[in-house]
């Protein structure tokens, strides 16, 4: 996580723990730790590998006369043979629809930044989101919440050998129940899932072979890589073609976590 997303997590904490003593009325909001038990999988054309990658999150968020709200999210996925990923965002949010405080429809806009292993630099964009809530039964209520990332920043492989990652779009979602176990406590259990796609490109010598360097059954990345050259043709002027190949990082499971209300 960078220096903009630190400050911009920080900001809405110390903003949730600022708000009791404001005016109660117009404002309410939630600072929530949970835990994402995640698989981190890499999916291409030569298979998906998969490993566990469960992680601490943490997530705040602050409404104003249950009307506007601005929300902060740090999950990520940590397994123990690669680095796996960490997703930061931050969304400022709308209610075209909002009846009372567990029942509304929310629309927001934001932005995302996203570490995964595999690529060499930290790619972010615009997301836009959807949320919505509905009261079930009692101080239980059932939520759910998407996004969508429709253009990410490319990035170079790791290794430069493996080329690069083009056309990045992603997307998440999340569902799941909250009660409210008492008036400043909410108890969250849900599933959740963040994908980001892409397209890899290799620069592949004529004549040569393509691979996809990676094992299935493990947790990194498959990559396009180039075979080794023709030597069949000395003296020849080797020419070069792009290869590409497709797939994703997915990082999904359930998670369970436990909100200050105010």
């Known amino acids: 996580m960078n220096t903009f997303n630190r400050i911009a997590l920080a900001s809405v904490i110390c903003l949730s723990l600022a708000a009791p003593a404001l005016a109660a009325g117009p404002i309410d909001g939630e600072v929530a730790a949970v835990w994402w038990a995640n ?44 680095d796996g990923a960490d997703y930061t965002s931050v969304d400022v949010m709308w209610r075209p629809l909002s009846p009372t405080e567990n029942n509304f429809v929310a629309v927001g806009v934001g ?84 994908t980001l796609e892409f397209n890899q490109n290799s620069i592949v010598t004529a004549g040569a072979g393509t691979s996809l360097d990676g094992d299935a059954n493990s947790g990194g990345a498959s990559h396009l890589t180039p075979g080794a050259a023709d030597s069949g043709c000395d003296g020849c002027t080797q020419s070069a073609t792009l290869g590409q190949t497709t797939g994703s990082f997915e990082s999904s499971g359930f998670f369970a976590g436990v909100g200050i209300k105010f």
């Not at 054309?45 to 929300?71: C, H, I, M, P």
């Open 111 to 194: 932005w995302q930044e996203m570490e995964i292993d595999g690529l060499q630099n930290t790619t972010s964009g615009m997301r836009l989101s959807l949320e919505g809530r509905i009261a079930v039964v009692g101080m239980v209520y059932a939520y759910g919440n998407a996004a969508y990332l429709p253009s990410l920043e490319d990035s170079p492989a790791e290794d430069s050998a493996f080329g690069d990652f083009e056309d990045l779009e992603s997307y998440e979602y999340e569902f799941g129940v909250a009660w409210n176990a008492s008036p400043f406590v909410n108890v969250h259990a849900g599933y959740r899932v963040s």
């Open 39 to 82: 698989d981190f999988e890499t999916k291409s054309e030569a298979g998906v590998g998969s490993t566990d990658g469960g992680a601490a999150g943490l997530r705040a968020q602050l409404w104003f006369k249950n009307k506007y709200g601005l929300k902060a999210m740090q999950y990520g996925s940590d397994p123990s043979d690669s």
